[in-house]
């Protein structure tokens, strides 16, 4: 007997209520037939002119409905808010849960059985997961693609993690303006994410590493007319799940976050990946923890990908893609069993994977870096945690002691950070206050900050950075990151002073302010926050209710999901 589908709440009623939901989608020139009881899918789009990376969804959506039509189902295309992380102030990440409140609430009211995600800028991704995963209808993501690499004199460049580069270049005299300029026009020249492995192509990495999407979703290029046709047999594959009832609790197990942690050290992903899958675990009830991102922490770097790397995502592609990273992690003995949308194991979307190009997918016995890993700094200055990439960082940086030079607020770095007569030597410790997620608010792209310009003349281009902010996927440099308590919450971090001094050590995972608990009680007893940048809205909300970065930096009250079903009718 076949299981009743929860559309026919809406569209199935030979009533009233069933009249005007029927009625109202007729108007769109659907016939009687539309509504025989099929699995209704709908397309949570975030396709937008003002997110760049996801402007070419609105196509990719075409080729879902095609697919959805051609099993059986029923497409229905809706918009959500869509956060482009280039665009917005003061920072995407301010938004990402309005985005996964939106995806929510909108999958949940209307009548609908199953969801296709179309994402792909950095917060998209998690924030559309996030929602999905609390209502826990079947559910499978597409993503945008990476863009073509980006190309300026011959050679390739790319997106972000060459903006840093030029522009320190720049300030240090040693790049024109003009050629500046030039790189620009030559950097995004097609539609799709960052070409690097930022943040946006992390997620999708990690999407595919959790079996939540089908193989070789992640760098399939935006333009490239395989994403098309993916795109079409993931509309096949979603009216499937709902046959089946397969669900994103189904698939994100505690394995799939670990192959999440495991995949995400291999291909040199993006730090904001911790705070993503942090915050998913908690709306699908997985206990992840930060220390858990450990698990990845001997694992080395196999994809030879800018920052961590040399090539871009359209190499990794050409090479082979995840499913060759996911095959060596087999191979090794290091990925998990776990569920997939598929409704197979995860290592159907290995086997038989083959490498195309070793330099740019490096085999587990010769990887480009070992024992790659993020890792997890504690200590009184982050008694909560705090993250470094070594994969991106100078290796002689990971195990330091240096005299800090604090920036109480973003304006005060921009302010000062190209003094000639700024008091710091290659040795010293930046500090950033007040970019934690209360803080700025949001949790900016703000941690990698810009090396002293009268250092960056001296031919200096890595310093260790510590804050309570985030930096960007395609930024690089030993960036100390998501300290927690931030600041703005009374952490420790709030009472570093100039020419404290400060102990780093990657291999020991320490991150020690080194001053006496007594004095650090009376700078306590001094301190006050800063005043709140928000009184009204949606920011006063997020400020009032925001977890801490090592919680993943949901709001409170969203953590866990709501799976009951809607009764009461609007009319």
Not at 151 to 163: E, F, L, R
Not at 181 to 193: I, L, P, T
Not at 479 to 498: F, R
Request: glycine residues 10%; negative net charge; aromatic residues 6%.
């Amino acid at each position: 007997m076949t299981k009743k589908r929860r559309s026919a709440d809406w569209y199935g009623k030979l009533d009233k209520d069933g009249f005007i939901h029927r009625s109202w989608m007729k108007n769109q020139g659907y016939p009687d037939h539309a509504f025989d009881g099929r699995p209704i899918i709908g397309i949570c789009n975030t396709w937008s002119e003002l997110t760049p990376c996801n402007s070419g969804l609105r196509d990719l959506a075409e080729g879902v409905k095609r697919g959805v039509w051609e099993a059986g189902g029923f497409p229905v295309e809706f918009p959500v808010m869509s956060l482009g992380e280039t665009q917005m102030k003061p920072t995407a990440m301010l938004f990402r849960n309005l985005l996964s409140m939106d995806v929510e609430e909108s999958i949940r009211a209307y009548g609908i059985d199953g969801v296709v995600l179309l994402g792909g800028c950095d917060k998209t991704t998690p924030g559309q997961l996030m929602g999905a995963a609390s209502v826990d209808l079947p559910a499978i993501v597409v993503s945008s693609g990476p863009m073509l690499n980006g190309k300026w004199q011959g050679k390739d460049i790319g997106s972000g993690t060459d903006v840093w580069k030029f522009s320190e270049a720049v300030r240090a005299g040693d790049m024109t303006l003009k050629d500046f300029m030039a790189a620009e026009s030559g950097m995004s020249r097609s539609k799709g994410v960052c070409m690097t492995m930022g943040t946006a192509s992390t997620m999708a990495s990690l999407v595919e590493a959790m079996g939540m999407s089908l193989p070789t979703n992640a760098a399939l290029p935006a333009v490239d007319a395989r994403r098309m046709a993916l795109a079409h047999l993931t509309g096949n594959r979603i009216v499937e799940m709902v046959d089946e009832d397969l669900k994103p609790s189904d698939i994100l197990t505690r394995e799939a976050f670990e192959n999440a942690i495991l995949a995400n050290a291999a291909v040199g992903g993006s730090t904001n990946a911790v705070v993503h899958l942090l915050a998913l675990a908690g709306r699908v009830g997985v206990d992840l923890s930060l220390s858990d991102f450990e698990l990845g922490s001997d694992i080395p770097l196999l994809v030879n990908c800018m920052p961590s790397g040399q090539y871009l995502m359209e190499d990794f592609c050409y090479a082979g893609g995840m499913p060759v990273v996911l095959n060596e992690l087999l191979g090794a003995g290091h990925l998990r069993p776990a569920k997939t949308v598929l409704n197979g194991d995860i290592t159907a979307y290995a086997q038989g994977a083959e490498c195309f190009n070793a330099d740019v997918i490096r085999p587990f016995d010769d990887p480009v870096k070992p024992a790659a890993g993020l890792r997890v700094l504690r200590g009184n200055l982050a008694p909560d945690g705090a993250i470094v990439k070594p994969s991106a960082a100078t290796d002689h940086l990971l195990e330091h002691e240096g005299e800090a030079y604090v920036f109480d607020t973003i304006e005060a770095l921009k302010e000062q950070i190209d003094r000639d007569d700024l008091p710091v030597t290659p040795d010293t410790i930046l500090v950033l206050k007040g970019a934690g997620p209360k803080g700025y608010p949001g949790m900016p792209e703000v941690g990698n900050m810009p090396i002293p310009a009268r250092l960056v003349r001296e031919g200096v281009r890595d310093m260790i950075r510590v804050s309570d902010g985030r930096m960007s996927g395609t930024a690089f440099g030993t960036v100390i990151l998501h300290v927690s308590p931030e600041a703005q919450a009374g952490g420790t971090l709030a009472l570093v002073k100039t020419g404290d001094r400060i102990k780093v050590s990657a291999s020991q995972g320490i991150l020690e302010l080194l001053v006496d608990d007594a004095e650090l009680a009376q700078r306590r007893a001094d301190w006050t926050p800063e005043p709140a940048h928000y009184s009204r809205g949606y920011a006063k909300l997020y400020v009032d209710t925001v977890l801490q970065a090592d919680q993943g930096a949901d709001l409170d009250f969203l953590v866990g999901k709501d799976t009951r079903p809607v009764t009461r009718e609007s009319h």
